[in-house]
């Protein structure tokens, strides 16, 4: 079986080799044991259930709660003639319905699936009747309270094992204490689960970290220094502009990414940026998860992330080609105090939380007891304003509300607009004809994208297919709108905003069930986890790479030798060597020669008379190891 396995890596992946721990990772796997296999960013995750479950007849159910992270996937298997197909929030329940059938009777290898739609019955009864071969839980630590990024639908995932009892589950992870490992261990009811955990050192990435003032002049000088590719991480979209526009000034390509921008410049901005067009992307936390680009050469943070998992996970951005590499962060005594405070503000107060929730039903109108599973475009600062609320607040009462499993919050991706004819020829030909206006419409599509649009999904252009008709671009919405309504055609416009799901039937905002308990446990975890991100950045006793297996729990005595702490000890060493040598050379010369002037006893031991030799010279005469005579010579002091 692993030999059909290594095929799959080479012929459909173009892979020599596996990576460290993934062969182990898929012999478990392929053996049908429960698997939770912990490896750090860029240590090739995703192969590790795609060979498995392309080895074996059947699909691969793979639950992640990033959008635009399983649309490049389904994008990229597709591309390699495999099939795949992903359900996430946005999607309508025609387009759900067709997804989920294509995965029962038409060959289909992977279904990707956002954890919220797990309960939908819809999605559970037709997972019943599907040829699994896997379930791949990907981010796993999402399932753990423990963890630094909690999601409640995760839990659901235990729920459906019972439906096909004998499939195996993997979980995939490349950031978790071992309290959160356990914990996914138990929430997912794993029985005698293999576990693989790839160290969290890495040879080739110095990380340190700089106390500074002007951190815009040290980034600079630190792109000076290094060539190559590279990401600097702030915390606002202000400062993305800001850096990447000083950046530019001063001659080196940069670029500015975050949330606010349209689905369109975001992708246009990173393509650049693969393509090495832009060296610099100046960004906040929105840009780099699933982006595979291996030259990074140095990831520079100019704010404090939360906690070590989330930096962890940037800075290991950089280098994954195995070359050298750094993650440098630039720190003063105010961020450590801002990051401290942040982290009291993530959990409002309770009043508040349910302020924000009779705001959200107000926003879409929605009725007690309805709307589980809708979904709706949201901007979360743009709500916020509406109600007058103050903005960061009522981001952290959202994620709250997200993290008590109320509702989900997506960031934005690009969804192109999709057409599906409902009906056979023959009753859409009686439309053309009670319609007149809608017949150029029915044949440019007809001509545009054949037969195939009455058996599927397809995407159109709506610009392109008006200019054919000659129309303006609202014309044509509307023609199709229509062509909707008269339930002859599913129309799925285009989708470039985040997107807000309600889980749940909605509440009575007064009577909104809060995990009271769990709400506390989670907020003094989040404190606790600030100050380890903050003692990260002060202490400068431990390696930086010894800090942070020790934080994920991997016990080593084994020094990196390549970060700040290390690189600053071994010259300390160096110094104290080179300085004993050369304490040794002055005293055989003074014993071999006798009385020697400062010039006569240097160029004995052929040393200049530089500042640092002649200090050890001093200090051997305060020690009173020598004495200066009065004839201006040196000579040993004997003790009777």
Not at 56 to 82: R, T
């Amino acid at each position: 079986m692993l030999s059909r396995a290594t095929e799959i890596l080479h012929q459909v992946f173009g892979h020599a080799d596996f990576r460290p721990v993934q062969r182990e990772i898929i012999e478990s796997v392929l053996a049908g044991k429960d698997t939770l296999a912990l490896l750090p960013t860029g240590g090739g995750k995703s192969l590790c259930y795609q060979i498995p479950a392309l080895t074996h007849e059947g699909i691969c159910l793979v639950v992640s709660p990033l959008i635009a992270l399983m649309k490049d996937q389904v994008d990229a298997l597709k591309a390699k003639g495999i099939k795949a197909a992903a359900i996430y929030s946005g999607m309508s329940y025609r387009e759900i319905d067709r997804t989920l059938d294509n995965c029962i009777y038409g060959s289909y290898k992977f279904l990707y699936v956002s954890p919220e739609r797990l309960r939908a019955e819809l999605f559970v009864e037709r997972f019943r009747q599907m040829k699994i071969n896997l379930i791949a839980v990907d981010e796993a630590h999402c399932i753990s309270q423990w963890g630094y990024d909690f999601r409640p639908p995760y839990l659901e995932i235990a729920l459906i094992r019972p439906y096909h009892p004998k499939v195996p589950v993997l979980a995939l992870t490349a950031s978790a204490t071992p309290q959160v490992c356990a914990d996914i261990v138990d929430k997912l009811e794993m029985k005698k689960p293999s576990e693989f955990h790839q160290s969290f050192a890495r040879k080739n990435l110095s990380y340190s970290v700089r106390i500074i003032e002007n951190k815009l002049e040290k980034g600079l000088e630190i792109l000076s220094r290094i060539d190559g590719t590279a990401i600097w991480y702030v915390r606002n979209r202000q400062s993305t502009h800001q850096i990447a526009k000083a950046l530019g000034q001063l001659g080196i390509s940069a670029s500015a990414y975050h949330a606010g921008l349209s689905m369109q410049e975001r992708a246009k901005r990173q393509d650049a940026w693969m393509r090495n067009e832009v060296r610099v992307m100046v960004s906040t936390n929105a840009f780099g998860m699933g982006i595979d680009k291996p030259d990074v050469r140095v990831v520079i943070h100019s704010d404090l992330p939360e906690n070590v998992e989330n930096y962890y996970q940037e800075a290991g951005r950089a280098g994954r080609d195995g070359e050298k590499a750094y993650g440098v962060l630039l720190a003063n005594q105010q961020d450590f105090e801002t990051v401290l405070k942040r982290a009291e503000l993530v959990y409002p107060p309770i009043v508040f939380v349910k302020r924000v929730y009779q705001c959200l039903a107000n926003y879409y109108r929605i009725a007690v007891g309805s709307n589980m599973l809708s979904s709706f475009d949201f901007e979360w600062n743009e709500f916020a304003n509406t109600y007058e609320l103050e903005v960061l607040e009522t981001f952290y009462a959202l994620k709250l509300l997200e993290e008590e499993g109320f509702i989900a919050l997506s960031e934005s991706y690009y969804s192109p607009s999709k057409i599906h004819f409902t009906v056979d020829p023959s009753k859409l030909y009686e439309i053309q004809i009670a319609y007149a206006k809608l017949d150029p419409v029915v044949k440019i599509i007809m001509r545009t994208y054949g037969g195939n649009v009455f058996s599927e999904y397809i995407k159109i252009q709506e610009v392109k297919l008006a200019k054919s008709l000659n129309i303006n671009e609202n014309e044509l919405v509307k023609s199709l709108k229509l062509l909707e309504q008269l339930e002859v055609m599913v129309y799925d416009q285009r989708k470039d905003k985040p997107q807000i799901t309600f889980l749940t039937p909605r509440y009575d905002a007064g009577k909104l069930p809060l995990n009271f308990r769990r709400i506390e446990l989670r907020r003094a975890l989040t404190l606790e986890k600030a100050k380890s991100m903050v003692a990260y950045g002060q202490q400068n006793d431990l390696c930086r790479t010894q800090f942070i297996q020790e934080y994920f729990g991997e016990n080593t005595e084994q020094e990196c030798g390549v970060c700040d702490v290390c690189i600053v000890n071994r010259k300390s060493t160096n110094t104290e060597k080179a300085e004993n040598e050369l304490r040794d050379k002055i005293l055989d010369a003074l014993k071999s020669n006798g009385e020697l002037t400062e010039k006569q006893l240097f160029e004995r031991i052929r040393l200049p008379l530089a500042e640092k030799n002649l200090r050890v010279l001093r200090i051997l005469q305060d020690q009173g190891y020598i004495t200066l005579l009065t004839s201006g010579s040196y000579a040993i002091v004997t003790h009777e």
